[in-house]
């Protein structure tokens, strides 16, 4: 049985994190992924990007509608490596705290946590403001794994596209999914690296 990896694209800028994420992942036979597109997410991809929705979906094993509760990755017995919401707005983040399941992107991350699995919110917002930091400690405290996608510079990145290659390859590698997409840091050297070594 393949693994499973639970996708969600929430309508936060940067839903190309979540679409690089699924480019990544179908080059993999051995991870199904676990597609949910909140209906905010498709009007993000078509201001943000060329792609399509539709396309988008095709990078997927399983597409989800957002309001299908009833869906397989609604349900903890539903075996996952766990999930990541590749944007995540600040709306995802404060249901996920509260454990406020309205939709299915919400309600497969509340269950992933109270399975033990991991969940990866790759929040977008700033400035953050104390109620939003109050958010993220919730979330925090209930189990969830805060990474805004915040650049590293070590490995001397060229291109935006370097830049997205280099948290995708992060939140890849902090659910256990090991890949050549980001820099790994080896301790300070004389010779400076670049993004494609």
């Known amino acids: 049985m393949p693994k499973r990896l639970i996708i969600g694209i929430s309508g936060a800028s940067g839903v190309i994190y979540g679409i690089r994420m699924l480019e990544a992942l179908a080059q993999d036979k051995a991870i199904e992924t676990h597609l949910v597109l909140s209906p ?96 993220m400690v919730q979330a925090a405290e209930n189990g969830a794994v805060i990474m805004p996608p915040a650049p590293a510079f070590y490995g001397r990145p060229k291109t935006v596209d370097d830049i997205i290659n280099s948290t995708v390859g992060r939140a890849l590698a902090r659910i256990g999914i090991q890949n050549t997409l980001y820099f790994e840091w080896l301790g300070m050297s004389k010779e400076r690296p670049t993004a494609d070594e």
């Open 40 to 135: 905010a997410a498709k009007s993000t991809i078509a201001q943000e990007t060329d792609w399509k929705v539709s396309d988008v979906e095709k990078l997927a094993s399983v597409v989800h509608k957002p309001g299908d509760v009833g869906a397989s990755i609604a349900s903890g017995s539903f075996e996952t490596m766990g999930m990541i919401i590749a944007p995540c707005s600040i709306k995802s983040l404060s249901a996920i705290a509260n454990s406020y399941d309205a939709d299915l992107m919400t309600r497969a991350a509340d269950v992933q946590l109270k399975e033990g699995r991991p969940v990866l919110l790759l929040l977008r917002e700033t400035p953050l403001h104390i109620g939003h930091l109050r958010l």
